[in-house]
């Protein structure tokens, strides 16, 4: 259960990589390979990552690119795979060799309702060095059209924190690969904030 997959050249190579790859969230979606379905029965008697297994374990090569893990997700979780992935590093803990790719970001969805995100770019840049993650998303807000304050507010949170994201990145040569999120509530928002 616990080992370390291996993809054939042909999933490295594929030619959408190039241009496009989606990454599939981590939501603890393990299965158990030895499961009894006519006494619906775990093998383990218990279900737990130690003796369950990701899909990219159970077939030859994995149907996506990359897998996205949102930090809120992890602080939510149980002790257990919080120590876990602390310990071993998000690549080990995922189960996948060290050059598949693994982007991290805040899950702005759990914190929606707050007035503002509870982390800080020093923070999350620690955060995603320290468990080794390939690529990293800057604290965003997400923009919900209530008031119009809220809204400018919320836009101009994500947008600062994108640029002191990537400032503070280059500033400390970190080896993963930053990425700035932009909100918006139209293509014409989003675009500016990307141009920001």
Known sequence: MDRVVEFPASWWNAPHRQQLRYFI???DDLVDPHYDFETDTHSGSVSDWSNEV???QL???PQYDGILVSRAIVEKSKPAKKRRIH????HRYLRVPPEFPIMADCGAFDYVQKEIPPYS?????D??????FDFGVSVDHLIFAETEAQKRVRYELTIHNAEDF???HRKRGLPWTPIGAVQGWDPWSYAQAAQR
Do not use: K
């Open 166 to 168: 990537l400032r503070e």
């Open 59 to 61: 077939y030859p090569e």
């Open 25 to 27: 969230p981590d939501w």
């Open 54 to 56: 990701y899909a990219h």
């Open 127 to 132: 955060y995603y060095t320290r468990l080794g």
């Open 121 to 125: 770019t020093d923070d999350v840049l």
């Open 87 to 90: 310990d071993l590093g998000i």
